[in-house]
């Protein structure tokens, strides 16, 4: 008898005010909201969580602060919403944060409990202030956060590995329950094996409930050709795995979904931005982003048949079929503006970032949910067929060696 599978569980991140937009029963299995977006619009990210009955949990991003450049704005100076969330996290402790490196900051292993119990008292109590007409207060849900996390320093070495650790212990005796833990680590350790060993080592299983991982210089084209940082991907979400404790991944993409079958459970999504220089749109059928021109022969010949079949199935996409327009209408629509140094530039206009943001999000919600049906090999095999069809052999190609490496995994 073939075991159930468990699905793949789908959390798209808010950074952003915009980003609330999407926050959409049915798109997603959970809201992420970064602490600095809490500071930042409470209200409005209240209000966007009130209108669903979606779980939500709240990322404590403390790393922002082990570097001051990480929180500053251009001018040098802490951003406002980060002295606020500096301010909260330090209640009691008699410091402040952003000013210094966190390391020269926070001096002593009491301090850094301490800042843990702040920070997990933060993301269990922030929600609870917001103000609300109180005729409403006995049809709005309360905002209790799904999970609580644990706060993490990038791991640059054993010092910070100590300290996480400490966090870890002290959030778990705030929380009252098991924590979820962040893994935050530099390509460096991630492929060299002793000190990816030493660094699973360090991490703790009691009063875990879960792990999210993040390697933030590892691109997704990154991970795809160079195979040892693959490999040493797969063996941490192995063996972490292995513990009986789940693994998700902090910030996902086609690939990291594809890691479903060697034990990621969970993947947090972020919007796809589509900044003003970026004439860029989000195509399924090779599972990348390419420019509009590329998108434009790719596509713009097909039928809905045959659009949904080779290029995308998204509901928005058929939707635009229905009414009698082609997707591209919206999806690469531009307007010419005139830079500061009077050159003309083409740029996607309102409705294009809103009809991008909206294709790609709802593109990567049938790909969790393909994922979380089928094998992943079986998943991506489907999909070389598809970029064959579009006639790109070297998306293929690349398809091709993600399967490969999970059939030898």
């Not at 926070?106 to 922030?126: E, K, M």
């Not at 090779?286 to 420019?291: E, G, L, N, Q």
């Not at 994922?371 to 052999?393: H, M, N, T, Y």
């Amino acid at each position: 008898m073939t075991p159930t599978r468990r699905p793949l569980h789908h959390i798209v991140r808010v950074r952003s005010s915009d980003d609330l937009t999407y926050v959409s029963q049915g798109l997603m299995d959970e809201v992420m909201v970064n602490a600095n977006q809490l500071e930042n619009s409470i209200q409005a990210t209240a209000a966007a969580l009130w209108k669903t009955t979606l779980p939500f949990s709240v990322d404590p991003v403390l790393w922002r602060f082990q570097v001051p450049a990480w929180s500053h704005k251009g001018t040098g100076d802490t951003k406002r919403n980060y002295k606020r969330l500096g301010a909260a996290y330090t209640k009691g402790i008699g410091m402040t944060l952003g000013a210094a490196p966190l390391l020269d900051t926070v001096s002593t292993d009491d301090q850094w409990c301490r800042l843990a119990a702040n920070i997990v008292a933060y993301q269990r109590d922030r929600l609870h202030d917001v103000p609300t007409q109180l005729e409403l207060l006995s049809s709005l849900r309360e905002l209790h956060p799904s999970r609580l996390t644990a706060p993490a320093l990038v791991a640059v070495s054993a010092a910070e590995d100590r300290i996480n650790r400490l966090m870890v212990d002290a959030a778990a005796e705030e929380a009252q329950t098991g924590v979820a833990v962040q893994i935050i680590l530099p390509i460096e350790r991630l492929v060299d094996h002793a000190s990816l060993t030493a660094l699973i080592a360090a991490t703790p299983s009691d009063g875990v409930s879960s792990y999210s991982l993040w390697t933030p210089q590892v691109t997704e084209e990154r991970l795809l050709s160079d195979p040892t940082i693959l490999g040493a991907l797969l063996r941490m979400i192995g063996e972490l795995a292995g513990r009986g404790i789940a693994v998700g991944h902090q910030y996902g993409n086609y690939t990291i979904a594809a890691l479903h079958d060697v034990g990621l459970a969970s993947e947090p999504v972020a919007e796809q931005t589509f900044a003003l220089r970026s004439c860029q749109t989000y195509v399924p059928g090779v599972r990348h982003c390419v420019r509009f021109h590329e998108a434009d022969s790719l596509g713009r010949d097909l039928d809905a048949d045959q659009y949904a079949e080779r290029y995308c199935e998204c509901t928005f996409c058929a939707g635009m079929f229905e009414s009698g327009q082609h997707p591209f209408e919206l999806l690469l629509e531009t307007q010419t503006v005139v830079m500061k140094n009077g050159k003309e530039r083409e740029i996607p206009t309102a409705r294009s970032v809103g009809a991008n943001t909206w294709h790609f999000l709802l593109s990567r919600r049938n790909e969790v949910e393909a994922f979380s049906a089928r094998p992943a090999v079986e998943v991506i095999e489907q999909d070389i067929e598809r970029a064959s069809a579009l006639k790109r052999g070297s998306d293929a190609a690349r398809l091709g060696h993600l399967a490969d490496e999970l059939k030898s995994a």
